[in-house]
């Protein structure tokens, strides 16, 4: 999974202002910003993960979730499947395999009671390596990526949007405050 550190240089005038804005007001500018910027890379997952050919609850299951760090004033966030979402119907979690969809998986033995040929694992793109020992087979499954291009693909867009929705925020919080200098 792709992960991503940013950080804003070369702003002193925002520096500057935050540190006049209180606390609280400069959490919600930051948390504002990350969501705000972390959204098309979101967008371009599900995008992605549409493509699988289950039936589309991993793409369903992508969401985000601001984390802050308010002693340390970092802000994070996390964009992947909701741990918490599950299919109504069936009760699938589809974050338990998505590691196993964007990395592939190595060959391994994989045994069931029906026999692999009757589950839909084999539809899913798991590839038989050898023949069936008894009911095991050994399969792999090969990478099919969606959130490590999705945030590649965005990056930049990302980054332009962080920067101007927390120069956008700080400027609003400081006229509403009236500390505009």
């Known amino acids: 999974m792709a992960i991503a550190k940013l ?6 005038a925002i520096d500057k202002r935050m540190a006049v804005l209180p606390v609280n007001v400069e959490n919600r500018v930051m948390k504002t910003a990350a969501t705000k910027a972390m959204r098309p ?26 984390k802050q760090y ?7 966030v996390v964009a992947g ?23 592939g998986t190595k060959k391994h033995v994989v045994s069931s009671d029906k026999g692999l040929a009757n589950t839909k694992d084999v539809a899913f793109g798991f590839q038989s390596e050898e023949a069936f020992f008894g009911r ?30 927390v120069r956008n925020g700080v400027h609003a919080e400081a006229a509403k405050l009236g500390v505009i200098g």
């Open 7 to 12: 950080e804003i240089t070369g702003a002193a």
């Open 41 to 66: 890379v979101v967008t371009e997952a599900k995008r992605r993960a549409r493509k699988q050919k289950r039936s589309g609850l991993l793409a369903k299951s992508l969401g985000q979730k601001v």
């Open 70 to 76: 308010k002693r340390a004033g970092i802000t994070v």
């Open 81 to 103: 499947p909701r741990k918490n979402y599950k299919d109504a119907q069936t009760g699938e979690n589809p974050a338990l395999i998505a590691h196993l969809v964007e990395g």
């Open 136 to 165: 095991s087979v050994v399969v792999s499954a090969q990478p099919k990526p969606f959130l490590g291009p999705a945030y590649e693909s965005k990056k930049n867009e990302m980054e332009s949007t962080f920067g101007n929705e």
